[in-house]
């Protein structure tokens, strides 16, 4: 323990131990998960990121060792770590120069917002010497001013090579196109099981998968076309599971950027006629619904039991707001008369 403290300050590292682990030091190869809270403070004592509290809810950060995450240092904190060890690592500001724009993508994340926003046209090192805000007035200031930085490291698990399913992001681009078909039986399973959310979700990240391989592509070439095709199956079975989960807006916006790349797409059609339908769009899904027959008349059974839901939720609506409004303008009620006492 001596002699990789010792290391660790020649690399301008001082670790503190708060509460030692458990078992025996990990060997730590390549490809191994690490799960682990963290604290970021500076070094007088002011918290700027704390993984139990950060967006609201309690999560802990995961590293796979060896995919060159943003901030190395990261790694060579936790590999000196037990399971269940707590310590404090001081690193000077050779280590925690890009602390402000990994900060901005881990609360983003912690949000549900992209973590890639802001940062799209430009490399890490090109945007530290911008003056452009990250959106943080604290990590505005760390980046015009970098300093050393305490990290609090709680090392919860270490998950060896094989032993668990890669993340999407972790994935290379063969690991990612072979992971899609299977990813898509799941989710088909799910949602035949009736789990839709779960369903939804396995879909999405089948989609995130692809979408990222199709972003190496020529738009329009061979490759790119094939990913586009298993693209837009899945997006279909999303939106499936969207119109169960009433999300009726995101469908029509998902199916109709499907149909202007594939204008005769019957199911992308009937998923935006059943959409427009749902939130009063009478024209709208009168239209769609007339083109689905003209390019599949087999489907005129549903097609005239999905214009007779809709027909009768319109009734429904209009006798609903009569009744509600027919006192308003009832001339048949005689007029108040003048009374004198």
């Given at each position: 323990?001596?002699?990789?403290?010792?290391?660790?300050?020649?690399e301008g590292i001082k670790k503190k131990l708060i509460s030692p682990g458990k078992g025996?030091?990990?060997?730590?190869?390549?490809?191994?998960?690490?799960?682990?809270?963290?604290?970021?403070?500076?070094?007088?004592?002011?918290?700027?990121?704390?993984?139990?509290?950060?967006?609201?809810?309690?999560?802990?950060?995961?590293?796979?060792?060896?995919?060159?995450?943003?901030?190395?240092?990261?790694?060579?904190?936790?590999?000196?770590?037990?399971?269940?060890?707590?310590?404090?690592?001081?690193?000077?500001?050779?280590?925690?120069?890009?602390?402000?724009?990994?900060?901005?993508?881990?609360?983003?994340?912690?949000?549900?917002?992209?973590?890639?926003?802001?940062?799209?046209?430009?490399?890490?090192?090109?945007?530290?010497?911008?003056?452009?805000?990250?959106?943080?007035?604290?990590?505005?200031?760390?980046?015009?001013?970098?300093?050393?930085?305490?990290?609090?490291?709680?090392?919860?698990?270490?998950?060896?090579?094989?032993?668990?399913?890669?993340?999407?992001?972790?994935?290379?681009?063969?690991?990612?196109?072979?992971?899609?078909?299977?990813?898509?039986?799941?989710?088909?399973?799910?949602?035949?099981?009736?789990?839709?959310?779960?369903?939804?979700?396995?879909?999405?990240?089948?989609?995130?998968?692809?979408?990222?391989?199709?972003?190496?592509?020529?738009?329009?070439?061979?490759?790119w076309l094939k990913l586009d095709q298993l693209i837009t199956t899945l997006l279909l079975?999303?939106?499936?599971?969207?119109?169960?989960?009433?999300?009726?807006?995101?469908?029509?916006?998902?199916?109709?950027?499907?149909?202007?790349?594939?204008?005769?797409?019957?199911?992308?059609?009937?998923?935006?006629?059943?959409?427009?339908?749902?939130?009063?769009?009478?024209?709208?899904?009168?239209?769609?619904?007339?083109?689905?027959?003209?390019?599949?008349?087999?489907?005129?059974?549903?097609?005239?039991?999905?214009?007779?839901?809709?027909?009768?939720?319109?009734?429904?609506?209009?006798?609903?707001?009569?009744?509600?409004?027919?006192?308003?303008?009832?001339?048949?009620?005689?007029?108040?008369?003048?009374?004198?006492?």
């Amino acid at each position: 323990m001596e002699e990789e403290a010792r290391k660790l300050l020649a690399e301008g590292i001082k670790k503190k131990l708060i509460s030692p682990g458990k078992g025996d030091l990990s060997t730590f190869p390549k490809g191994t998960k690490v799960v682990f809270h963290y604290r970021t403070s500076l070094c007088e004592g002011t918290v700027l990121d704390d993984s139990r509290t950060m967006g609201g809810r309690s999560k802990p950060m995961e590293l796979i060792l060896g995919k060159k995450f943003k901030l190395a240092v990261w790694e060579r904190l936790v590999i000196t770590m037990r399971e269940g060890e707590i310590a404090d690592f001081t690193c000077d500001t050779k280590h925690t120069a890009l602390y402000p724009l990994v900060s901005r993508s881990l609360r983003n994340i912690s949000v549900g917002k992209d973590p890639l926003e802001g940062q799209r046209h430009c490399c890490g090192i090109a945007q530290i010497h911008s003056h452009h805000s990250l959106g943080h007035k604290d990590l505005d200031h760390l980046q015009a001013n970098p300093q050393p930085l305490v990290f609090t490291i709680e090392l919860l698990e270490v998950l060896p090579p094989g032993s668990f399913q890669l993340d999407v992001w972790a994935m290379t681009d063969e690991e990612k196109l072979s992971f899609v078909p299977q990813i898509h039986e799941e989710g088909n399973k799910l949602f035949k099981e009736g789990h839709i959310s779960e369903a939804r979700d396995k879909y999405y990240n089948g989609i995130a998968c692809l979408k990222n391989l199709q972003m190496k592509e020529q738009p329009g070439d061979e490759s790119w076309l094939k990913l586009d095709q298993l693209i837009t199956t899945l997006l279909l079975n999303y939106c499936q599971c969207l119109l169960l989960e009433g999300q009726y807006y995101e469908v029509i916006e998902h199916c109709s950027s499907l149909l202007f790349k594939y204008e005769n797409n019957v199911k992308a059609l009937y998923k935006r006629a059943k959409a427009h339908a749902a939130v009063w769009n009478e024209a709208e899904a009168r239209a769609d619904f007339a083109k689905l027959l003209e390019l599949d008349p087999s489907l005129g059974p549903s097609v005239a039991k999905e214009l007779k839901t809709m027909e009768d939720r319109i009734r429904s609506k209009q006798k609903e707001e009569k009744g509600r409004y027919k006192d308003l303008f009832n001339y048949n009620t005689p007029p108040a008369t003048a009374t004198t006492g």
